[in-house]
C-alpha cells in the first residue's frame, strides 16, 4: 500500500478582513432568502446574484486582470467559496463556469477563446454546464458515444448529452466527444469541444429530479457544427484533460456543505442539554472540520500545479457520505421530520429528497473508491 502525502495547508490570520467583507455582502443580499430557498444551496439559480457578485470582482477571483480576474490568492477564493455556501447564496448560474471551464479555456485557448468568454464569466453574464455523462453508460465516462466528425471548417456532432445541470439557461457547454475510434477504445480518441448551445441542430429537455425541481437536461445534438477554433487542446487529448478537471469538481467546499442549512436549523432547535443531542452535532462538526482541512489542501496542491486527484476523490467520496448522513441523523434526533410546518421540517423534507444525488454527481460513490484504491496502490 502507497502513502497519500496531503501537506497541510491554514488559513492566514490577514484574509480574515476578507471573510468580514464577504459576510456582510451576503447578508444585505440574500436577507430575503427563506432556509428553504437557502437550502438549495450551489443548485439555485440567480443570473442577479451572479452578476452582483461579478461587480464585487469576486468571480474569477484568482485569475489574470486580462480575463477580467482579480489576480488574488487561491486562500482567498476558498474563502469566498465557503462563505457562499454556508450562507446558501445562488450561485449556480456562474458556478460551473467559474470552477472549471474558465480555467480550461485559459488554459487551452489563451489568445483566442478565453479573452473572448472569459470576462463575461468574471461579470456574471455568461453561463456554462459540462458535457460528460450520457445515457445507457452509467458512471463509464470512458464510453463516450457522442461523435464528432470532421466538416469543413470544424465538425459535425451527434449524440447525447444527461444530467447537463442548467443547460436550459446556459450560453456554452463543454462536451468531452469521441473524434476517433469506438467505444470500445475507451481513453483513446476523446476530445473536448466548446459548444454554442444556441446553435442549430441542439434540443434541450428537462429531467426533473426528485425535488419536482428542473435542474438536469438532455440534450441533442443532431449535426451540430462546431468551428476548428472550438476544439479545445489537442485532437485526442480529451481524456488526460477531463480527469484534471474533475480535480476542481470534486475537490471544492461544494463537496460537504450543500446540506449546511439543515445543519443549522438542527443546531437552532437541538436540546443542549440532551446528551444524544451533544454528541450528534459534535460528531457532524468534527467530520466537518477534517473534510474542510482536506478540501483546503487539495486546493493549496492545485495551486501549485500538484495532481490531486486522488485527494480531491476522498473529499467527494466522504463529503458525500456527510452529506447524504445529515437528514437520516436529523430524523432521529427529532424522532421524526420535525414539527409540521416548521422551518425544521420544510428543509429537511427538501434534503432528504436531493440528498441521493450527492453521491452521484461529480462521480459515483463506486468510480471514486476505484480511484483511490488505485491510487493507494490497491488495486
Aim: aromatic fraction near 8%.
Amino acid at each position: 500500500m502507497q502513502r497519500l502525502d496531503i501537506p497541510h495547508c491554514a488559513l492566514p490570520a490577514e484574509y480574515e478582513p476578507f471573510r468580514l467583507e464577504v459576510r456582510n455582502f451576503l447578508e444585505a443580499q440574500l436577507a430575503r432568502l427563506s432556509p428553504v430557498q437557502r437550502a438549495r444551496n450551489w443548485m439555485a439559480f440567480d443570473s442577479g446574484f451572479s452578476q452582483a457578485l461579478g461587480a464585487q470582482g469576486w468571480i474569477g477571483l484568482t485569475w489574470p486582470r486580462r480575463y477580467g480576474g482579480a489576480a488574488r490568492s487561491v486562500l482567498e477564493r476558498y474563502i469566498l467559496m465557503e462563505e457562499l455556501l454556508a450562507a446558501g447564496a445562488p450561485v449556480a448560474a456562474h458556478w460551473i463556469a467559474e470552477r472549471q471551464s474558465a480555467l480550461l479555456l485559459m488554459k487551452l485557448s489563451p489568445d483566442d477563446l478565453a479573452p473572448e468568454i472569459v470576462p463575461g464569466i468574471a461579470r456574471g453574464e455568461t453561463y456554462f454546464c459540462i458535457g460528460m455523462s450520457e445515457p445507457d453508460t452509467g458512471s463509464d465516462l470512458a464510453s463516450v458515444r457522442t461523435r464528432a466528425t470532421r466538416t469543413p471548417g470544424g465538425w459535425r456532432i451527434n449524440g447525447r448529452k444527461l444530467w447537463t445541470s442548467n443547460a436550459h439557461h446556459c450560453h456554452w457547454m463543454i462536451a468531452l466527444v469521441r473524434t476517433s475510434g469506438q467505444p470500445d477504445d475507451r481513453h483513446t480518441g476523446l476530445s473536448q469541444m466548446l459548444i454554442d448551445l444556441r446553435a442549430e441542430g441542439i434540443t434541450i429537455r428537462p429531467v426533473l429530479n426528485l425535488a419536482g425541481d428542473h435542474d438536469f437536461n438532455e440534450v441533442s445534438f443532431d449535426d451540430v457544427f462546431v468551428p476548428d477554433r472550438h476544439l479545445l487542446g489537442a485532437e485526442g487529448g480529451g481524456w488526460a484533460q477531463v480527469t484534471a478537471e474533475l480535480s476542481f469538481e470534486r475537490s471544492g467546499p461544494e463537496r460537504f456543505l450543500s446540506n449546511t442549512q439543515l445543519l443549522l436549523e438542527m443546531i437552532a432547535c437541538a436540546d443542549q442539554d440532551n446528551p444524544l443531542h451533544q454528541l450528534t452535532i459534535g460528531r457532524i462538526t468534527a467530520r466537518y472540520s477534517a473534510l474542510r482541512n482536506l478540501s483546503l489542501s487539495v486546493s493549496a496542491m492545485l495551486a501549485r500545479g500538484e495532481d490531486p486527484a486522488v485527494a480531491a476523490a476522498l473529499v467527494k467520496d466522504q463529503g458525500a457520505l456527510l452529506e447524504q448522513a445529515i437528514p437520516e441523523y436529523a430524523h432521529t434526533l427529532f424522532e421524526g421530520p420535525g414539527p409540521v410546518g416548521s422551518t425544521l421540517a420544510q428543509v429537511q423534507h427538501f434534503a432528504a429528497l436531493v440528498s441521493p444525488s450527492y453521491s452521484l454527481r461529480g462521480g459515483t460513490r463506486e468510480i471514486l473508491r476505484g480511484i483511490i484504491a488505485k491510487g493507494l496502490g490497491l488495486r
